[in-house]
């Protein structure tokens, strides 16, 4: 049986929802029934976060998931606002003049400590530039605004409880100190740093062409008094000249072919006469053999590297393999996901557009299933 599904989480979520609701009616403690209901989402996050973590290495794929951040910072909310009404132990407290706390540290903030290093080091990661961007619905949006947008989020619906009920958890706090660190380092000083680059590239710039001005300036004054001695002495035969400008302008035409000044595109590919043309071969035989995955596969593990769905040979859609991996995913998932990332989702390998265009490796689903699936 498979743990990682719907059904083990939602019978975890009504077992501890009853126990809970069962315990309010019967002892009319609202503590205890808040305890159990953070045990409840706390095993339920945890769980979900082994497991999918478990999945994407066993593909070898980035943790770039929207929900390994939303899970952490679920326990994290919540175990903020329950901490002071919960049934738990209290190891100290920090207290304003007046008397009411401000910070508390419990049983419940020490288990808070495992999401705040989680989210901790998601975020550097993001920011840090190690990964591309956050995966929601198996597409990868690239760049740091959804990572910010995500954090702040987090940070505002703490500092929105803090001033209304002026009490916080010390770990969250310490969170919200994290996060105004990676503000400052991934924001604020990258910022300073390209100004200042910027900066000292145009002053760097300015004193070259002030430098070329002056030396292209005396090259004109060395050339006008070249030009009046050449005139002043007219012994020079006519054939030699002509025999050395013959010789410049061929030296000239032979650099100009070496260094040749034409730009090429990014992402075309320039076909070279050396290459060698490779014959394709369409039999049965060698497609089925260069079908198989690398490694040693599973029937189990024969899901779109997408979708994560089983395949049906009722179904009308084609496969499109990885070049690189040979793992199969659904052809309309398959160009969806390369126009939002040009790696694969399970190798993060990455795949030519000519090989997107005219992909070698596209069959129908029964025909994956009856040569490689069924064989396996």
């Not at 009504?14 to 009319?28: D, E, F, N, P």
């Not at 590919?269 to 490779?278: G, I």
């Not at 052809?331 to 795949?351: H, M, T, V």
């Amino acid at each position: 049986m498979e743990l990682n599904n719907w059904k083990t989480y939602l019978a975890i979520s009504i077992v501890g929802l009853t126990v809970g609701i069962l315990y309010l009616i019967i002892q009319s403690d609202l503590a205890t029934t808040l305890m159990i209901f953070f045990i409840t989402l706390y095993t339920v996050a945890a769980l979900k976060f082994l497991l999918e973590r478990r999945h994407y290495k066993k593909h070898n794929s980035i943790l770039a998931s929207s929900q390994f951040l939303l899970l952490p910072y679920a326990v994290l909310l919540m175990g903020n606002y329950i901490s002071p009404v919960a049934l738990t132990v209290e190891i100290f407290t920090i207290r304003s003049s007046g008397g009411s706390e401000l910070m508390f540290f419990n049983l419940i903030s020490i288990s808070l400590i495992v999401p705040v290093i989680i989210l901790s080091i998601f975020f550097s990661k993001f920011y840090s530039g190690k990964w591309p961007g956050i995966a929601i619905n198996r597409k990868i949006n690239r760049g740091k605004k959804i990572p910010f947008l995500l954090h702040s989020f987090f940070i505002l619906t703490f500092l929105i409880g803090f001033f209304i009920n002026w009490q916080i958890d010390f770990v969250c706090f310490i969170f919200v100190i994290l996060y105004l660190v990676y503000i400052f380092r991934y924001f604020v000083i990258v910022a300073f740093n390209k100004s200042r680059r910027e900066v000292t590239v145009s002053a760097r710039s300015s004193t070259r062409r002030t430098t070329s001005t002056g030396s292209s300036s005396a090259t004109r004054r060395r050339g006008q008094v070249t030009a009046s001695s050449r005139s002043g002495t007219r012994s020079v035969p006519t054939r030699s000249r002509s025999t050395s400008t013959t010789s410049r302008s061929t030296t000239r035409r032979a650099t100009r072919s070496t260094t040749s000044s034409a730009r090429v595109a990014p992402g075309i590919d320039v076909p070279s006469s050396k290459r060698k043309m490779v014959k394709t071969t369409k039999t049965t035989t060698t497609v089925t053999k260069s079908m198989f995955p690398i490694g040693t596969p599973k029937k189990e593990e024969m899901k779109c590297i997408i979708c994560y769905m089983d395949f049906n040979k009722k179904e009308s859609r084609k496969i499109i393999l990885c070049p690189n991996c040979k793992y199969p995913a659904h052809e309309d998932e398959f160009l969806n996901w390369f126009q939002k990332s040009r790696l694969c989702a399970r190798c993060n390998q990455p795949i030519s557009t000519r090989y997107v265009n005219n992909p070698k490796y596209r069959v129908t689903v029964k025909i994956y299933i009856e040569k490689v699936i069924e064989k396996l």
